[in-house]
């Protein structure tokens, strides 16, 4: 899939960003060129520093520019073969502070790398989501719903292009900028801890397995498909006792625009899913994929009944010593 192409990573100084380009070069030894194309010129140039004596320096290329700039994003993509979209202003509650500055980013931003990539003739889009975007409740969240209609509308609107847009769709990354963990071990030592609600529970990836989960989405896209992994859910306390396990909490409450359980598939989009052994696909309501069709060329099995996968009914919960593990790890 990989061999001779050339592959731009939006947003890609950003944590996936880094992992997928060392992922694949350590994996596909004969891409052609990986691009960068962000807007923060430090995070690139300490980037350039990180593979300026690696043999893959020649292979790397770094843009500076905005996705809300839409020539700028036509001289990047001139013959890009695969964009990886992980580009959007991605905190809550700067986004709910500044409501226009995430719409022009996650959804204008989005719209002008869809049209960008149809013009130029890309092969294939995948575009990053995120949990908040099933039955979102803040604007971060519906920003990036309106960033997945967008992607898989593309295969709606290419007309004769050959591009095969598609979208991923997982929880929080263990350890990623912004996330809980870094913050609780910053206080592992206190005896006092603050948390928002006792029953709070989030689904966990890793960023590897976030890679290989896109890399897998790359090999199965047929046009149009969210792909969702399946996950194990944590409980915020036990994260927290995982790392201060002397400590006691107490508890604020939910803050605006947060949920006390995470959700990647609505029923109403359990309706159009189908389920595989490690992930579920939800097709496109407006594409002529019957369930049926589908299961016969690809695989998986259609659920019978309405569903909603959430991080609060999830069959596999992460234990304390499993969380220790992982935080040692990470």
Known sequence: MFNNKTILITGGTGSFGKAFTSRAFKKFKKIKKIIIFSRDELKQFEMSKYYENSIHYNKIRFFLGDIRDKERLDMAFKDVDI???????????????????????????????????????????????TDKASSPINLYGASKLCSDKITVSAEN?????????????YGNVMGSRGSIVPILIKNKNKKLIYLTDKEMTRFNISLNDAVDFVLMSLKK?????????????????????????????????VRPGEKIHEEMI?????????????????????KEYSL????????????????????GNNKHFLKINELKKLIKKF
């Not at 700067?94 to 990539?117: A, L, W």
């Not at 792909?227 to 944590?234: A, D, H, R």
């Open 83 to 129: 964009v990886l979209h992980a580009a959007a202003l991605k905190q809550v509650p700067s986004s709910e502070y500044n409501p226009f500055e995430t719409i022009k980013t996650n959804v204008f931003g989005t719209q002008n790398v869809v049209e960008t990539c149809i013009k130029n003739n890309v092969s294939k889009l995948l575009s990053l989501s």
């Open 266 to 286: 609505s029923k109403t989009e359990s309706m159009s899913s189908i389920e595989f052994k490690n992930y579920f696909v939800i097709l496109p309501s407006f």
């Open 292 to 311: 049926e069709d589908y299961i016969k060329k690809n695989g998986g099995k259609i659920n019978k009944n309405s569903f909603n996968y959430s991080s």
């Open 157 to 169: 609107i290419k007309g004769k292009s050959k591009l095969i847009p598609c979208v991923v769709r």
């Open 221 to 253: 896209a047929k046009g149009g498909e969210i792909f969702v992994p399946k996950l194990p859910s944590y409980k915020l306390v036990e994260l927290a006792k995982s790392i201060s396990p002397n400590a006691k909490f107490r508890f604020t409450g």
